[in-house]
T-cell receptor, first 115, second 116 residues
Framework: GNSVTQMEGPVTLSEEAFLTINCTYT??????LFWYVQYPGEGLQLLLK?????DKGSNKGFEATYRKETTSFHLEKGSVQVSDSAVYFC??????????????FGQGTELSVKP | DGGITQSPKYLFRKEGQNVTLSCEQN?????MYWYRQDPGQGLRLIYY???????QKGDIAEGYSVSREKKESFPLTVTSAQKNPTAFYLC???????????????FGPGTRLTVL
């Protein structure tokens, strides 16, 4: 079945450091890929998305490229801020699979950025 | 502003009691979803509905029930049959997926249920 694997957290960085959170997936067909962010005590917000191979999603300085050859969608940011501290979820969806378009999530990676 | 509301934010119940969590959206979305989140884990799908008066079981539906009488509302009942109901519950909605289109889901703020 379809699945998503993320690097384990927590990840602790200093402000202005470079961030990478690894995400790999297993899926039949051609999934769409997403990164969601969850701030403490809140629901999830869509951070960025990519719907086909080689697409790059970007938002708020974060980027991720859909790599079909390595089945990966790693999240990167060149310079993190304290306000980026949150839990990040990688997810996939395979439209047209008769599963209602459900999202399959990785286990989440907690990021803590210190001043 | 359009969005998804969940109430209450925190809910406490005694073991053996049924409890209903509210989810309302004014985004005119046809599809709605309920997820459960446990510490250190990703979200797991409980139920979903693609249209009014229709819903389907997700991966962990046992001990839960839902209804979809209105497009805007998708309440979740946690029954006494759910063995470990203490968790964070998230509701989401989206336009229904169609061939070739992706499924961007919008999430509510969540309800944290604690069973004592």
């Amino acid at each position: 079945g379809n699945s998503v694997t993320q690097m384990e957290g927590p990840v602790t960085l200093s402000e202005e450091a470079f961030l990478t959170i690894n995400c790999t997936y297993t899926a039949t067909g051609y999934p769409s890929l997403f990164w969601y962010v969850q701030y403490p005590g809140e629901g999830l917000q869509l951070l960025l998305k990519a719907t086909k191979a080689d697409d790059k999603g970007s938002n708020k300085g974060f980027e991720a490229t859909y790599r079909k050859e390595t089945t990966s969608f790693h999240l990167e940011k060149g310079s993190v801020q304290v306000s980026d501290s949150a839990v990040y979820f990688c997810a996939l969806s395979t439209p047209g699979d008769n599963q209602g378009g459900k999202l399959i999530f990785g286990q989440g990676t907690e990021l803590s950025v210190k001043p | 502003d359009g969005g998804i509301t969940q109430s209450p934010k925190y809910l406490f119940r005694k073991e053996g009691q049924n409890v209903t969590l509210s989810c309302e959206q004014n985004l005119n979305h046809d599809a709605m979803y309920w997820y459960r989140q446990d510490p250190g884990q990703g979200l797991r799908l409980i139920y979903y509905s693609q249209i009014v008066n229709d819903f389907q079981k997700g991966d962990i539906a046992e001990g839960y029930s839902v209804s979809r009488e209105k497009k805007e509302s998708f309440p979740l009942t946690v029954t006494s049959a759910q063995k470990n109901p203490t968790a964070f519950y998230l509701c989401a909605s989206s336009h229904p997926p169609s061939s070739g289109s992706y499924n961007e889901q919008f999430f509510g703020p969540g309800t944290r249920l604690t069973v004592l």
